[in-house]
């Protein structure tokens, strides 16, 4: 019996929540491109945006697509190597959800794999924009914050976890061929 | 009445223990950790179902690679390093896809992944028992990451509780060449570290 109502509470309590949180959104601050962004697992430097259809590597593809592509330098201070900058850095297309990105190391000219720690790399990610959507003169990029738990609640294990948006940076988009 | 007091201290003891065994019990990764077999520079060291031994630690600011006759040069914001050994399967063919460099502070770094596949690196061999093989480790780290370090190999990096060797290395990370270059050779040996020493 106080089992059922202390479920029921804890229910009612993290809908209340939840509906507070949606009615009252966290004011994420904006920040300008060229400031160095503290992610917790990484900075993050957004450079410069532009849009065409030649991907990074310039070699044009042979079904070219419009592609929106943002120029950003990273360091990950965590102590292993990581490539999931997917989920920290985001764009988002009016009314669309849009495909994972892929990131390309300018060193290389090339995909990036793995960003060993404390080794700061300049890096292209590259979204697909969808066709019949016209790519904005502005984009909002919001990167998302990470912290570091020492004993998960499942298993007790270490690791990272997203958190709340950490910035949000509206850069200009360069229109390039 | 005093049911109730009893009741209350019984759980706020489980839970003084509970708390006192989450804060001083092993992490979940350290009980899961692998099986450690550690040893030095040109020594075999035995695993239960592999063997490596490493003979070579070379360190340069740029690397340069050769194969089919296309030539390509890597920089780095660090340095690259470039491990050579010896590793062997004991009872059954196995691949050994985790190259691990773990420097003195506790840092990791992974095989690199920048280099083409046409290069042979550990990760990409398959080891047959009996029969030793040449392998291949190329790291991309900071300059302050090299000295110190240990080289860690294993079967793969998801499965836990399987072995791992772990090969202290003796690199002072002073002695930095300008540039190395790896080249692919049609027989023989499959590549060649330059310049030779």
């Given at each position: 019996m106080i089992a059922g109502l202390g479920g029921l509470a804890a229910s009612a309590i993290s809908f209340s929540m939840t509906l507070y949180e949606a009615a009252h959104p966290p004011q994420v601050p904006v920040m300008q491109a060229g400031q160095q962004i503290d992610t917790g697992r990484w900075f993050v430097t957004l450079r410069t945006?532009?849009?065409?259809?030649?991907?990074?590597?310039?070699?044009?593809?042979s079904q070219p697509v419009k592609l929106v592509m943002v120029d950003m330098?990273?360091?990950?201070?965590?102590?292993?190597p990581n490539n999931v900058l997917y989920r920290v850095v985001t764009i988002s297309a009016p009314a669309q959800k849009l495909d994972m990105p892929t990131a390309y190391?300018?060193?290389?000219?090339?995909?990036?794999?793995?960003?060993?720690?404390?080794?700061?790399?300049?890096?292209?990610?590259?979204?697909?924009?969808?066709?019949?959507?016209?790519?904005?003169?502005?984009?909002t990029v919001t990167v998302t914050g990470q912290i570091y738990k020492r004993r998960d609640n499942l298993y007790g294990a270490s690791g990272w976890y997203?958190?709340?948006?950490?910035?949000?940076?509206?850069?200009?988009?360069?229109?390039?061929p | 009445m005093m049911r109730v007091v009893r009741s209350v201290l019984a759980l706020m003891f489980a839970a003084f223990v509970l708390y006192g065994m989450q804060h001083t019990r092993p992490l979940y990764s350290r009980i899961t950790s692998p099986i450690a077999y550690s040893g030095g520079m040109n020594k075999r060291v035995e695993a239960s179902a592999f063997a490596l031994s490493l003979d070579s630690v070379r360190v340069a600011r740029v690397l340069n690679t050769e194969t089919f006759g296309k030539s390509k040069t890597y920089t780095s914001s660090g340095v690259w390093v470039v491990v050579e050994g010896e590793a062997e399967a004991k009872f059954e063919t196995l691949g050994l896809t985790s190259g691990e460099w773990l420097s003195g502070s506790g840092v990791r770094y992974v095989l690199t992944d920048r280099v083409p596949a046409t290069i042979e690196m550990m990760s990409g061999d398959v080891y047959q028992p009996g029969l030793p093989r040449r392998v291949l480790l190329m790291f991309e780290m900071p300059e302050d990451a090299v000295a110190?370090?240990?080289?860690?190999?294993?079967?793969?990096?998801?499965?836990?509780?399987?072995d791992e060797i772990r090969i202290a290395t003796n690199v002072s990370g002073k002695d930095i060449e300008p540039a190395i270059t790896i080249r692919r050779n049609d027989e023989g040996p499959p590549w060649t570290v330059l310049p030779q020493r």
């Open positions: 945006a532009r849009t065409g259809t030649v991907p990074p590597t310039g070699v044009p593809q330098d990273v360091v990950n201070r965590s102590a292993t190391l300018d060193r290389d000219k090339y995909l990036a794999g793995y960003f060993n720690p404390n080794m700061p790399e300049r890096l292209t990610m590259v979204w697909e924009w969808p066709a019949d959507v016209p790519v904005p003169d502005k984009i997203d958190r709340e948006p950490v910035a949000r940076v509206d850069l200009p988009v360069e229109k390039a | 110190g370090g240990t080289v860690v190999v294993a079967r793969t990096k998801l499965l836990p509780l399987d």
